[in-house]
């Protein structure tokens, strides 16, 4: 996938022994530089739990 001239991504990958159990929220921001100021931008949100005992994983 290309990507447009000017544009950003970022991601991340945690290791799972690395998070503490609690509850998180993920937000996602957007901006489109090529919209109209007010369509500009957009933000998304979840919140999700990390539970104290994760099985183990294959």
Request: a negative charge; glycine letters at 6%; proline letters at 10%.
């Amino acid at each position: 996938m290309t990507e447009p001239e000017g544009g950003y991504c970022a991601a991340a990958r945690v290791r799972q022994s690395l998070i503490t159990p609690g509850d998180f929220m993920l937000q996602v921001i957007v901006t489109d530089k090529l919209a109209k100021e007010k369509y500009r931008g957009a933000t998304q949100a979840m919140d999700f739990e990390i539970p104290a005992a994760l099985p183990p994983q294959p």
